[in-house]
């Protein structure tokens, strides 16, 4: 008899471990659907706000720009330069030796199109803002850029030429959505 009482024993003990074990992983599954609840608003906040979205990337209208003309728009609080350049201004900036240049790059690897030349309107050197946008604005010896802090000169691809900055202008990422507007960002 002793033996069936063991194995009754036995035989209880062991549908209590299968629930027992049941209940720790039910309630282990509860607390990480818990957890992961509790953590999505936190995680959902490092998103960025639709007004950091808006300001991303900007659209920008080039039919009221003429041949010859610019415009500085803003982005990411950063002045962009968008000129239109002439045919000569063009043929400068590609019969330029690039091996000659500090910061070395062709005119064709800045540009989306020819007729358009889109950079960062700010000095590699300490951040200032050259001149060059307006028509009356001094230009530098290369047609391009000047930033009359330290004088650095750009040219007509925004490459520094000549000047204490170390790097060209900088190009955003931007694309052509159609002959009259590109989107920068």
Same mark, same amino acid.
């Given at each position: 008899?002793? *033996? &069936?009482? /063991? *194995? &009754?024993? /036995?035989?209880?003990?062991?549908?209590?471990?299968?629930?027992?074990?049941? %209940?720790?992983?039910? &309630?282990?599954?509860?607390?990480?659907?818990?957890?992961? %609840?509790?953590?999505?608003? %936190?995680?959902?906040?490092?998103?960025?706000?639709? =007004?950091?979205?808006?300001? *991303?990337?900007?659209?920008?209208? $080039?039919?009221?720009?003429?041949?010859?003309?610019? %415009?500085?728009?803003?982005?990411?609080?950063?002045?962009?330069?968008?000129? #239109? @350049? &002439?045919?000569?201004?063009?043929?400068?900036?590609?019969?330029?030796?690039?091996? =000659? $240049?500090?910061?070395?790059?062709?005119?064709?690897?800045?540009?989306?199109?020819?007729?358009?030349?889109?950079?960062?309107?700010?000095?590699? #050197?300490?951040?200032?803002? !050259?001149?060059?946008?307006? !028509?009356?604005?001094?230009?530098?010896?290369?047609?391009?850029?000047?930033?009359?802090?330290?004088? *650095? #000169?750009?040219?007509?691809?925004? @490459?520094? @030429?000549?000047?204490?900055?170390?790097?060209? $202008?900088?190009?955003?990422?931007?694309?052509? $959505?159609?002959?009259?507007?590109?989107?920068?960002?």
């Amino acid at each position: 008899m002793a *033996s &069936t009482v /063991h *194995s &009754t024993a /036995h035989g209880a003990h062991g549908d209590g471990g299968t629930r027992r074990d049941f %209940l720790y992983l039910a &309630t282990g599954a509860m607390g990480a659907i818990g957890a992961g %609840l509790a953590a999505w608003p %936190l995680v959902d906040s490092m998103n960025p706000s639709a =007004e950091v979205l808006a300001v *991303s990337s900007t659209e920008v209208d $080039l039919a009221p720009v003429a041949v010859g003309m610019a %415009l500085t728009v803003k982005w990411r609080g950063k002045p962009v330069f968008v000129r #239109h @350049r &002439t045919d000569k201004e063009i043929k400068e900036a590609e019969d330029v030796n690039v091996a =000659e $240049l500090r910061d070395p790059q062709t005119d064709k690897a800045r540009t989306e199109k020819p007729g358009w030349i889109v950079v960062v309107g700010i000095c590699t #050197h300490l951040g200032c803002v !050259p001149l060059g946008q307006k !028509p009356t604005d001094p230009r530098g010896d290369y047609g391009g850029w000047f930033c009359p802090c330290h004088g *650095s #000169h750009y040219d007509t691809s925004g @490459r520094i @030429r000549k000047g204490p900055a170390p790097l060209n $202008l900088a190009v955003p990422a931007y694309s052509f $959505l159609s002959d009259s507007k590109i989107k920068i960002g």
